[in-house]
């Protein structure tokens, strides 16, 4: 019983993606927004099934699933994150004629595949989660077929996901002989025995820790990133830039936070100097982009950098601030993403700075949500993304790493500057051509609770943080 209540958020999301298949089949005709309802209401229950149950540190499935608060926080989240894209999706979808039954199953799909990630403590399940997600999102970013960069982006997602599988199976496998398990407790607890790290583990190490830099879009392994960002629907966008960007987190924290810990004198420095690479080609690439959406695409290049400096970090405070930064880049990427998806209807529907001209005075509530959204990826106060890298930073210099932070920080500045622009072109530049165009209700009113979510975030940062304490692994 214990097992099967710990996996019921998951076995939520599955009954989500088979009915939101059904009821596309059944609704068709009458109501070809039935399935989004089912998806939006199911992945709620799942979201509040996964705060809801109790957790004990404990583990589950023959010791192969962690049930503890850290995997209960971004199951939900990821749940969080597959609702909004679900109201962003049916007006995006009816503007670009796109008609794919399956989308709303394969979104709670990619879903499902996070929440293992997460959850996780074998990784040989842990891949399986990650090839779980990584078909869905295949499919789901090649889904306007008539659109040259669509389908390139699907291959190209396919092709270098498919090759960074193959660096992380074969690390697994490695590991496997090195050690002779895949458990990352079995893991932990040969590495702490052992004196020194073999040839084999250590290889295998080095492949793991390319395939989780694809991942997370790292430098120099990072190049399928934009244009699958910008091939992609800008729904499927915006939630691989949070949703599978948290999951790829997640996982590298369980893996080489906890079960590598032992060997961290082997992958420090060079997770460090990865670090500093994707900081700052992140942000001096996305100065020169004329798309909004391709900029968003390099600045979250640059937030995986400052991500990755809680890794190296190490500590408790810092994989509980990589929480903290996590939750609150997830709403302001969506919510960020959201806004270009409306105004995207006007003119010649494209991304460019020029289609964001006046908008800020002709649609007000645009204009104040999307300031929230780029301040708070600034890191300006009081907002989430403020104290996401506070906390970040804070507990790196507590572990020595002061010339990291003092890197962040003028990675910071210079990224103020890409998104200062798009606040200025909304509200300094007079607003030509067609102006107006459909805001659902539901769509104004996710943004509208993202944006207030990241001010609540940023002013009472400390409930989270202690949550987030009292969680990680």
Not at 433 to 440: I, S, T, W
Request: glycine share 10%; with cysteine; charged share 10%.
């Amino acid at each position: 019983m214990r097992d099967f209540l710990g996996v019921l958020p998951e076995l939520a999301v599955v009954l989500t993606a088979l009915l939101a298949i059904l009821v596309d089949i059944a609704a068709r005709e009458k109501n070809p927004s039935a399935s989004q309802g089912v998806t939006a209401v199911g992945l709620t229950v799942a979201a509040a099934l996964a705060l809801s149950l109790p957790t004990s540190n404990g583990m589950l499935m023959s010791d192969q699933l962690f049930s503890d608060g850290f995997s209960a926080w971004f199951r939900a989240l990821f749940c969080v994150v597959g609702v909004i894209t679900a109201i962003f999706s049916p007006l995006y979808l009816r503007h670009r004629n796109i008609r794919l039954g399956e989308y709303y199953s394969l979104l709670a799909m990619s879903v499902f595949g996070m929440m293992v990630m997460s959850s996780s403590a074998n990784l040989l399940l842990f891949f399986v989660g990650l090839e779980t997600m990584s078909i869905s999102l295949y499919v789901l970013v090649s889904l306007r077929r008539d659109d040259a960069t669509s389908v390139e982006g699907g291959l190209k997602y396919l092709v270098l996901g498919a090759f960074s599988s193959a660096f992380l199976l074969y690390g697994m496998a490695l590991i496997f002989g090195g050690i002779g398990s895949l458990d990352y407790a079995v893991i932990g607890e040969y590495l702490r025995q052992s004196h020194g790290v073999g040839p084999m583990t250590l290889t295998g190490i080095g492949l793991l820790l390319v395939g989780f830099a694809f991942k997370v879009s790292a430098v120099p392994f990072h190049f399928w990133s934009p244009d699958v960002y910008e091939g992609a629907p800008t729904t499927i966008t915006a939630f691989m830039s949070t949703g599978a960007k948290a999951a790829a987190f997640v996982g590298l924290i369980r893996v080489f936070g906890v079960a590598l810990a032992e060997t961290s004198e082997h992958w420090t420095f060079a997770l460090a100097v990865i670090s500093v690479l994707t900081m700052t080609l992140g942000n001096v690439v996305a100065i020169r982009q004329t798309s909004v959406k391709r900029m968003l695409a390099y600045s979250s290049i640059a937030h995986a950098g400052y991500m990755l400096v809680a890794v190296i970090a190490g500590s408790r405070e810092a994989y509980a601030a990589a929480g903290f930064y996590l939750v609150g880049y997830a709403f302001m990427n969506l919510g960020a993403f959201g806004v270009l998806m409306l105004i995207n209807q006007r003119g010649k529907g494209d991304y460019s700075f020029e289609s964001l001209r006046g908008m800020g005075t002709v649609h007000p509530l645009l204009g104040l949500t999307m300031t929230v959204f780029m301040l708070s990826l600034i890191g300006i106060p009081p907002t989430a993304g403020f104290f996401g890298k506070l906390y970040v930073f804070s507990a790196a210099i507590k572990q020595g790493y002061l010339w990291l932070v003092i890197i962040g920080l003028l990675n910071s500045a210079v990224g103020a500057y890409y998104y200062l622009k798009v606040i200025s072109t909304m509200f300094m530049s007079k607003a030509e051509g067609e102006v107006q165009f459909g805001q659902p209700v539901a769509y104004k009113a996710a943004l509208a609770i993202s944006s207030l979510l990241i001010i609540i975030l940023g002013m009472f940062p400390e409930q989270l943080v202690t949550a987030m304490l009292k969680a990680v692994p």
